[in-house]
Structures are given as C-alpha cells and as structure tokens.
C-alpha cells in the first residue's frame, strides 16, 4: 500500500497542524486513518465524507461519525464556520470543481487545511519531458486511463489558484520523496521541483 | 398454532392476556393526549426487554418495530412459534448486544399484540374500539413510548433505533424529546412518507375495507374478520418490501407443483403461491383495523410539516449523534429519502453518520444477514456506548 505509507507523512503534518480539541471536517477520509490519529492524538470531534461505500462502512463500524457523499455536490448542505478546520487531503485533485470544492471548504471551515500530490516534482516533470508519457509515481500510482486525479495541479499552480481567490495561506510545507519538509516560502520553485507533496492551511 | 378461525377472532383476549411479555398500565390519571384532540385512557403497553438495566440506566437501547412488527423482536415468537423480528441483529453478543445493553421494544400504540389498539375495549362503550379508535401518529406512539421510559424510570436512552416505521419513530423521538436521546439510528426510513408510498397503503387499506367481513369496521361484533382483503393487502405490501432482483433470485418465472402451465387462475408460478402463503399467515397474527391506523400514521408523518416546512428545523441545536442507514436495492424507501434527513443533519452541524449499504433484498434488506448492517450497527452502539462511559465488558457466564 504505497499510498497508504506516502500520506502517513502528511496525516502526522496535519495532526501537528490542527489545534488540541477542535472541531474538523475530514473530506474524502477513507478508512478514517486521520480522523483516528486525530482522535488519538489531538482529541478531536471529528467527522468525515467519503464517497466510497467499502470506506464508510469501515469508518462508521470503528465509531467514526462519517457520511456517504460527494465532495463535489454534498459539502453545500453544512452550514457557515461549523468547522474549525476543513481538512482536504489528497483529494483536491480528484474532485470535479476543485476551485468550487476550495471556495466551500473555506466557507464551512474557519481554516482549511489541504495537502496534494504535487504535479510539479521532477520525476513527473522527466516522465513527460523524456519519456512523453504521463507519470506513474509514488504519489500518483494509477495509469492515466484509470486515475481518479482528474484536476492535477503543481505547488504553485495552487499557490497561485489561492491567491486568485483571495486565500490566506497562513502555513505551507512541501514533503520530498523522504518525507523530509522544504520550506516553501523560501525555496518556492526548489520545493515545487523536489516537493513529492504539499500541505497548505489556510484561511478567508 | 392459532390457525382456526375462532381463536383469531379472539385475538384482543390473547394479546390483552399474554404471560409472556410485560405490561404497564396507565390509568385516568394519566391520559395520553393525541394528536387528533382526543385522549387515550386508560392505555396499556405491551412490551418486552431483553439483557439488565445498569444501576446508572444508562445503557437502554429502545427498538422500534415497524409496520406489521411487534414486541417479540428477539426470542420466539408466541403466535407464530417462529424467532422474533431481529433475531441476528439483538441477543447476547449480538450486534445490539444483551449482555451490554438493556434492550426495550413494545407494541405501538394502535396495534394488535396487547398495546392500547382498535381490539381494546373502549371505556365509554364497553364494547371493543373497532373504527372508533381515534386515529393516531407517529408523536403519539413516541409519546406513549416516552411513559414507558418513565415508568421504567428511565430519563435518557442510549439509543433509539429501528426500520422503516421503527425509523420514523427514531427521527420523531430526537425531535419530540431531544434531551432523552443520546444516539439515533433510523434504518431505511424517511422523514416524510412519500406520495407513492401512501398510494401502496391505500391499495391496502381499500383492499380490506372492500372485502364484505370487515362490516364497516364492526367485524369483531360479528365474529368474523376480513381475512380475504386483509391477504391482499398483505401480499400487495410483501411485494413493495422485496425487489424485482430478490424476487428474480427466489422465484424466477419457476413453476408451483407442476411440470406446465394450467391455463387456470391456480398459482401456477412459485411466487404466487409464496404471496398467497405471505397473505394467508399474516391475517392469522394481525387485526385488520390495526393494519389501517397503523398504515394512517405512517402516511400523516412528516416531520418536517411540523417545523415550517424545514427539516433541518426539527433537529436544530441537537446533541444527539445519528447513524442513518439505506439500502440499495430498497425502493420502498429508496438512498435519496435517506440522505434528505443526512442533509438536513449537516445543515444543523449534527453529528451524523451515514451509509449505504448494497443489498439486493429490497426494503427488507434491515431484516435480513446483512454483515455490513451488523458491523455499522455494533460500532456505532459501541463508540456510543464508550461515550456514556458504558465498558466493553460482558458479562460472563450467559450465552446464546
């Protein structure tokens, strides 16, 4: 399970990230992996959406409080701030209007936190520029015909979206292939050729 | 078995006698107040509890039965000689576990297996209510359900769950008492009765009223009952709970007992005679009458009617945690009906469990083996459960 031990990383960022006892709204959560860790550690109330039947049944029957939907068409139902933290991980670039699905995260959530594989990082660069096929990595592991990550974006193509709306990034980190953190606000265009991933928390 | 006609016509003796569930019996100086206007006194309940209340009493699970359901939801049931309503879902290591939880379930107000219902005898008549019985909704079964908590002495319950019309009273209990539910887990329901689903109920309840025994409501009077129009009602009902795909699996287009067709109106097809055996079983355990006032609040309930129209409303500041559950195959009370009450969870920031879970047995899919139900169903009583502070532990030395 390579994506499974590649997202770990950026679970533990999140965990240290989120506040003791707050309120998060994990979307797109899985099996519930960050919920669990973030009740473990940070005692967290968390919730979850989560599209696929197999990981809501596996959240609801471990005692998550997880809802079957779609982040593209179910977040409209939460209210305004009912959230401290809006948590999107690896999911963004799956989603079918990320621009729509960040506007909503932000609206639900006094912050958002989102981490994505980042398009931008050398081995995805030199698939395209050498070989002239689309990348198979680490962090993106499907064949181009049955991926989910429909919307991928790099480093600063985010960074950019965010400040085309108006987002505060209050932190970003970027993670290279040993999980090992490169700070972005210095080394922005290293870290979007070495960043394998990227954490961002953000607010509006 | 209670096969003749006799003793079915003295079922109201039977259920108003039976030794093998509890009773509460409320007198005039504690009327329950209807809907309607008028008030039900005295009222009788018909329950029974399965597993040991904690000296905290806080570990009650109360679970509604559904249309044509009862109290005997686990054990064996006394009429039909057959194991109760949820006989995987409730017993001892059972997803609603006995050795954790102290389980309640009682015949709502209007049926036939001992609660207060159109078999009673009316006080001001004396005689039974028949159609005289007031007409009576979901509120009021939860009403009635809420004096039994109070005799039990019960203030909050861990849990209140059930199926289809137990899924209604699970939704109207958040909303009618929101302080005594901690958790709710409504099964395949809805928060209104769909246009549709009240179309199969008058199918049903014309059926009955048509057949020439029901004599205007006034059968009892009579010795007799409209078992014929009561069958039909039933078997137009059975079929709503299953699904074309179920049905296909079971039955196909299979012959009953012969190698050809008959050219006759016999059941030539395995699944006629199935409905018809579904019909002819069912009049023998249920009172025709029931079958309409229980039918009725199924149609009357709405609960968003009752907050201006916004379902969101009826739950505003809850506390209570939801764990909503549909099925796939299940058109009766099809994912969308279920996800509108998920919706309006979100919009008051509850917290909300939901899942769909892929069943090819239709409505009934909360009846059946379902392993993914039972795995939702017993982590979400658990985590409840830890909550309250109430331990994983079971007691020893009770088994199945």
Known sequence: MTRARASRIDHQIIAEIVEPGSRVLDVGCGDGALLALLAAQRDVAGRGIEISRAGVNECVAGGLSVVQG?????????????????????????????????????????????????????????????KGRMPVTRTLPNAWYDTPNIHLCTISDFVHLCEEMNVTIIRKLALNARGERINLDRKARLANLFGEQAVFLLKR | MPANKSASVDLSDAAANRQDCDFVRFGPDKPLQLDCGKTL????????????????????????????????????????????????????????????????????????????????????????????????????????????????????????TGGSMGGMQALQWVASYPERVFASMPIATAARHTSQNIAFHEVGRQAVIADRDWMGGRYMDKNKRPEKGLAVARMAAHVTY?????????????????????????ADFQVESYLRHQGSTFVERFDANSYLYLTKAMDYFDLAADYDGVLANAFAGTKTRFCVISFTSDWLFPTGENREIVHALNAVAADVSFVELETAGGHDSFLLDVPELFDTVRGFLSSSARMRGIGDTVKAGRQA
């Open chain 1, 70 to 130: 779609d982040a593209d068409s179910d977040l409209v139902n939460y209210p305004d701030r009912s959230f401290d933290y809006v948590v999107l991980s690896q999911t963004i670039q799956a989603t079918r209007r990320p621009r729509h699905v960040l506007g909503e995260l932000l609206r639900i959530g006094h912050n958002a936190i989102v981490s994505l594989p980042n398009f931008g990082h050398w081995r995805a660069r030199l698939g395209i520029a050498l």
């Open chain 2, 41 to 160: 006194q005295p009222l009788t309940l018909a329950y029974k509890t399965y597993g040991a209340l904690n000296a905290e009493k806080s570990n009650a699970v109360l679970v509604c039965h559904a249309l044509t359901g009862d109290q005997y939801a686990a054990g064996t049931h006394p009429v039909t000689g057959k194991p109760g309503w949820w006989p995987l879902m409730i017993g001892p290591g059972l997803p609603i576990d006995t050795d954790r939880y102290f389980v309640i379930c009682a015949n709502v107000i209007g049926g036939c297996m001992g609660s207060t219902g159109p078999l009673s005898i009316d006080p001001e008549t004396g005689r039974n209510f028949g159609i005289d019985f007031p007409v009576i909704t979901m509120r009021d079964m939860v009403r009635a359900q809420a004096m039994l908590l109070d005799h039990l002495g019960i203030e909050r319950l861990l849990c209140v």
């Open chain 2, 242 to 266: 299953l699904s074309d795909e179920a049905l296909h699996q079971k039955f196909g287009r299979n012959l009953q007992n012969r190698d050809a067709l008959a050219y006759g109106f016999d």
